[in-house]
C-alpha cells in the first residue's frame, strides 16, 4: 500500500511519535516505530512529503529541550520553587548522566531519520520516482534540518558521534556511545561540506505551488521547514568565517528584495517601521512619556511577534522558522508545562535577566527596557511567568489546551548575528547602524524635507569616502554582490532602496543609540535619527559586547543565549566570558553554588553535558 498524501489537519508536530507520518484511505496498522516498513513508503511524490512532514513531526518533539540546553544552562532563565532535581542540575551544571534532560538519544532518531529519507531521496530520484527539482528541495531540506541537529548536540555536548549512514533499526541507536566522536572544531568543518554545495540553497525551502506548502488548520507550511541561510550562518559564525556568515544572514535579509508586493519588499526581514496599525511590530506607548500606556498586546505592537498565528502579515515579516503545535494531537506546547502556571511552572525569567531590561531608559524617558514588560509578566503572586512561550497558543491556556508555536529564528536575530560578523570582518560600521537606528542614521549626510523625502544635495557614504548623489543618500555602495550593500534611499518621487524603512533593532525598541567615544557627530540633524555621524572609531571586542548584550535584550527566552555565550568565549580564548554571566544570575538568585558554578566553568571542558544514551 502507497503513503498517498499527509493528512492536512495533522499539521506539524501532530506526528511526533511516529518516524513518518503516513495516511492512507484505508485503516492501516501503524509499523513499531522504531522500524522502517519499506513496503509502505519511499515510492511516489507523495512518499517523500510524507517522509519530510513525519521526520518534522519528530523534530517538533524537541522544542523543550532546545530551550533548557540552550536557556537554562545560560544566564536569563532560572528554575522556580516547582523545578525538579534534573532541571535544577542543568542550572547549576552539575548534570549526572541519569538526568533525562541531557539524553541526546531523541535528538539522534531524528538524525537517523534524516539519513534514511537522505538515502531514500537518492535513491528514488536515481529510479525516476522524483524529478530533480522534487529531489532537489527534499534533499537539501532534510540535509540543512540534519545539519542544525548535529550542530545543536556539538554546542552542547562538545564531541560527539557523526553518523550520516542509513540506519534501518533506530534501536541501534542505543550503540552510539560506543561510537567514535568527532571533535566540534571538526563537526563544524564536516557540517559545512555537508551544506556548502547542496542542489537546493533558497531562502524558501519549498517554493509557492508545490506540493509541501499548504495552509490549514489556520497555519501555513511555509515557514515550518528549516531555514538555510539562518543555520548556513551560524555554522560560518562558529567557524570564525565571517566574510561566508554575513554572506548567508544578508541572504536571509534580502529574501524579499525582488518581490513586486512593495510591502514584503520594503517589510520583509528588515527590523523597521510598517506601514499600517495592522502591521505595527514596534514598542511603542499610547500616551507619549508615560510607561502605563505601553502597548502590551496579542495583537499589536512588539509582544505580537510571540502570539499571531502564522498566516499574520506581520508575523510573516520577522519570522523565518517556527513550529506550530496542535491542541489536539501530541506532543502538544511542551512550554505550556514547563513555564507557565497553568503547567508546573518550573522555570522563570532570572533575576539578572529583569535587572537588565531594568536598567535601561527608553528614547521617551520611561525608565526601561519596554521588551521585557513584553517578554514575562509578574502574575497576582508576584511570580515573573515568561511569556514568550505561551503566548501564541490560541485560546485559555490549560493542560488539555497545549497550542502554540516554538519559534527558532526571526529577523532580529539574524541582524544581530549579521552585525557580529560584520562587525569581526572590519565593517563595524555596518554592524552598529542594524544594532542601534538603522542604515539611514549612520550612512546619511543631509537632510529630510517636510514630505519626508532626502533632500536633493544630500550625502552617502561610499566605504571610506563621502560622496555625492543629488536625488538623495543612505546608500552603502559596496558593490551588489558584497552582503555590505545596503540601499535605504528615501525620496518618494525618485527613487527608495528597500532598507529605507530599516530602524535597526534598538530602534524598533524605542531605545536610544549605544554611544562610543570613537563616534563623533557633525552639525546638522536627520529627523527621528539624531545628529549626523561623521566619524566611526569604535574596537571590534566593544561593540561585540553590545550586540551580545543587545541579543539578551531583543532574544530572551528563544533559545539563543548559551550558544551566543558560549561562542564568543571560544572566539577570545576567554572561559570567564561565559562563566562570570552565568555566575551573576546564581549570585543574583542567591544560590550558594554560584562561586563553584564559576569555578567549574573557567574549565571550557567542563560546558559539556555528558553524553549518555538512556
Request: proline share 4%; aromatic share 12%; hydrophobic share 40%.
Amino acid at each position: 500500500m502507497n503513503m498517498i498524501r499527509f493528512s492536512k489537519s495533522f499539521l506539524i508536530g501532530t506526528i511526533c511519535t511516529s518516524i513518518l507520518a503516513i495516511s492512507c484511505s484505508k485503516t492501516l496498522e501503524i509499523q513499531p516505530e522504531d522500524k522502517l516498513d519499506r513496503s509502505l513508503i519511499y515510492n511516489t511524490l507523495a512518499d517523500a512529503d510524507a517522509a519530510v512532514l513525519g521526520i518534522y513531526g519528530q523534530f517538533a518533539s524537541l522544542g523543550d529541550k532546545y530551550i533548557i540546553w540552550n536557556e537554562l544552562r545560560a544566564d536569563l532563565v532560572d528554575v522556580t520553587r516547582n523545578a525538579n532535581p534534573f532541571l535544577q542540575q542543568i542550572s547549576n551544571h552539575e548534570v549526572t548522566v541519569d538526568n533525562p534532560y541531557a539524553d541526546p538519544s531523541l535528538f539522534y532518531k531524528v538524525i537517523f531519520s534524516c539519513n534514511d529519507a537522505l538515502h531514500n531521496f537518492k535513491v528514488m530520484e536515481q529510479e525516476g520516482k522524483l524529478s530533480n527539482s522534487e529531489f532537489s528541495q527534499r534533499y537539501s531540506d532534510i540535509m540543512v534540518l540534519r545539519t542544525w541537529l548535529y550542530l545543536q548536540l556539538g554546542i552542547h555536548f562538545g564531541d560527539v558521534p557523526y553518523i550520516d549512514s542509513n540506519i534501518e533499526d533506530v534501536t541501534q541507536i542505543k550503540d552510539l556511545g560506543n561510537k567514535p566522536k568527532t571533535k566540534f572544531d571538526d563537526l563544524i568543518d564536516i557540517l559545512i561540506n555537508d551544506v556548502k554545495d547542496l542542489p537546493f540553497l533558497e531562502y524558501f525551502s519549498y517554493p509557492t505551488g508545490t506540493s509541501l506548502i499548504f495552509t490549514t488548520d489556520g497555519y501555513n507550511t511555509n515557514k515550518i521547514f528549516a531555514n538555510k541561510p539562518h543555520v548556513i550562518g551560524e555554522l560560518y559564525l562558529w567557524k570564525g568565517n565571517y566574510l561566508e556568515a554575513a554572506r548567508w544572514y544578508k541572504k536571509v535579509l534580502s529574501a524579499e528584495d525582488k518581490n513586486s508586493n512593495v510591502s514584503q519588499q520594503f517589510n520583509h526581514n528588515r527590523v523597521g517601521w510598517y506601514d499600517g496599525p495592522d502591521a505595527n511590530i514596534q514598542v511603542s506607548f499610547a500616551r507619549g512619556q508615560e510607561g502605563s500606556s505601553l502597548v502590551n498586546s496579542l495583537t499589536e505592537g512588539w509582544r505580537s511577534l510571540f502570539a499571531l498565528s502564522n498566516t499574520n502579515r506581520h508575523w510573516n515579516s520577522e519570522w523565518n522558522w517556527a513550529i506550530p503545535y496542535h491542541n489536539s494531537f501530541a506532543p502538544g506546547n511542551p512550554f505550556i508545562e514547563l513555564a507557565s502556571k497553568e503547567g508546573n511552572y518550573q522555570i522563570k525569567p532570572s533575576q539578572k535577566s529583569m535587572d537588565i531590561w531594568n536598567s535601561k531608559t527608553n528614547i521617551n524617558g520611561v525608565p526601561w527596557d519596554a521588551r521585557g514588560k513584553l517578554s514575562y509578566t509578574i502574575d497576582a503572586a508576584g511570580d515573573p511567568v515568561i511569556t514568550k512561550y505561551t503566548d501564541n497558543s490560541n485560546s485559555t491556556l490549560t493542560l488539555l489546551n497545549k497550542g502554540g508555536q516554538w519559534n527558532i529564528a526571526r529577523a532580529a536575530g539574524a541582524h544581530l548575528r549579521f552585525a557580529e560578523a560584520a562587525n569581526r570582518d572590519g565593517k563595524g560600521r555596518v554592524a552598529y547602524a542594524l544594532l542601534n537606528h538603522g542604515i539611514k542614521s549612520a550612512f546619511y549626510y543631509g537632510a529630510f524635507t517636510s514630505a519626508g523625502a532626502i533632500a536633493a544635495g544630500s550625502f552617502f557614504e561610499l566605504e571610506s569616502q563621502i560622496s555625492h548623489e543629488g536625488f538623495g543618500a543612505s546608500r552603502i555602495t559596496f558593490s551588489e554582490s558584497s552582503p555590505y550593500h545596503f540601499d535605504a534611499r528615501d525620496n518618494q518621487y525618485i527613487v527608495r532602496g528597500v532598507w529605507y524603512r530599516n530602524i535597526g533593532v534598538r530602534g524598533r525598541a524605542m531605545l536610544p543609540a549605544i554611544s562610543f567615544p570613537g563616534i563623533k557627530y557633525g552639525p546638522g540633524t536627520v529627523s527621528n535619527y539624531g545628529t549626523m555621524m561623521v566619524e566611526y572609531n569604535v574596537p571590534v571586542v566593544d561593540l561585540e559586547d553590545k550586540i551580545i548584550e543587545e541579543a539578551a535584550l531583543e532574544l530572551a527566552f528563544e533559545g539563543s543565549r548559551w550558544s551566543d555565550l558560549m561562542r564568543i568565549a571560544r572566539r577570545r580564548n576567554d572561559p570567564a566570558f561565559l562563566a562570570d554571566k552565568v555566575y551573576e544570575k546564581l549570585l543574583k538568585a542567591n544560590n550558594p553554588k554560584a562561586a563553584q558554578v564559576r569555578a567549574k566553568l573557567l574549565d571550557m571542558n567542563n560546558w559539556y553535558l555528558p553524553f549518555k544514551v538512556q
